[in-house]
C-alpha cells in the first residue's frame, strides 16, 4: 500500500510539472529507458518471448526471455538495480527507484489492456 501510495503521489507531481501524460512518460520509459528498449526483449506488455535461435550441442534451441508480467515490484526492481554479470543479456540501466516503479506500473496497466481486450 505504501508504494502504491508514493507512486501514485509521485505521478501527480509529474504530471503537473510537465508537458507530457503521465502514460506518454510510462510507455517512453519502457520504450527508450537508456539507449536499450525493455519492449526489444520483453515485447509490447512484458511477456514471455523467444529473443532468438542458438545451436546447442548440434540442436536448434531457443532462447527464452521469460514474462516480467506477474513479478511482485520488491523482484522487478531488484532485477533493474542489481549489478549484471558480464553474461548477463540484461543490461544495467541506472535508473532511479521512480523510473522502476513508473516502468512497473506500465507493464502492469498493459497487462490488463491485454487481458481486458481479449475478454
Known amino acids: ?3 502504491i501510495s508514493l507512486s501514485l503521489l509521485f505521478l501527480f507531481f509529474l504530471k503537473a510539472n510537465d508537458f507530457i501524460s503521465i502514460k506518454e512518460y510510462s510507455k517512453m ?8 528498449s525493455c ?6 506488455s512484458g511477456e514471455m ?3 532468438g ?6 540442436k536448434k534451441t531457443a532462447f527464452v ?4 508480467q506477474n513479478l511482485e515490484y520488491e523482484d522487478f526492481k531488484k532485477s533493474l538495480s542489481e549489478v549484471k554479470e558480464a553474461s548477463s ?6 535508473l532511479t527507484e521512480n523510473e522502476i516503479l513508473i516502468i512497473f506500473n506500465y507493464i502492469q496497466e498493459k497487462t490488463k489492456e491485454k487481458e481486458n481486450a481479449k475478454q
Open 29 to 36: 520509459l519502457y520504450e527508450n529507458p537508456r539507449g536499450v
Open 53 to 58: 535461435y542458438y545451436k546447442k550441442n548440434g
Open 65 to 68: 526471455v521469460p514474462s516480467i
Open 49 to 51: 518471448q523467444i529473443l
Open 1 to 3: 500500500m505504501k508504494i
Open 89 to 94: 543479456i540484461m543490461p544495467s540501466y541506472s
Open 39 to 44: 519492449s526489444k526483449c520483453h515485447g509490447e
